[in-house]
Nanobody, 124 residues
Framework: VQLQASGGGLVQPGGSLRLSCVAS????????VGWFRQTPGKEREFVAA????????RYADAVKGRFTISKSTALNTVYLQMNTLKPEDTAVYYC??????????????????WGQGTQVTVSS
């Protein structure tokens, strides 16, 4: 399966963006889909994940209450709605898929396919 992430851009603090992750050459069926972010010189960090079957979600503490992960079965797409954005949310955001157990969703090593990344910049 190939993943295509999009929706990044420049937004002012307090603003919103919605990222999309579309699967091609396959579907998200039987996968859990995660969003990660990375800034220069730092490790890629977990942001949120959703189980395609059932829709259970998990969030990093830094984004709880501000970000929402969701899915569209019809469009084979996972979304990351980001509200109340802060400058520290600035990063390249990646989507990826895994079949790992729920407790290990934060670990990049368990993700098998990655999208190309989309830049999010929060600045006034």
């Amino acid at each position: 399966v190939q993943l295509q992430a999009s929706g990044g851009g420049l937004v002012q603090p307090g603003g919103s963006l919605r990222l999309s992750c579309v699967a091609s050459g396959g579907t998200f069926t039987n996968y859990r889909v995660g969003w990660f972010r990375q800034t220069p010189g730092k490790e890629r960090e977990f942001v949120a994940a959703i189980a395609w079957s059932g829709g259970s979600t998990r969030y990093a503490d830094a984004v709880k209450g501000r970000f929402t992960i969701s899915k569209s079965t019809a469009l084979n797409t996972v979304y990351l709605q980001m509200n109340t954005l802060k400058p520290e949310d600035t990063a390249v955001y990646y989507c990826a898929v895994t079949q790992v157990i729920w407790s290990a969703l934060h670990d990049t090593r368990h993700y098998t396919h990655w999208g190309q990344g989309t830049q999010v910049t929060v600045s006034s």
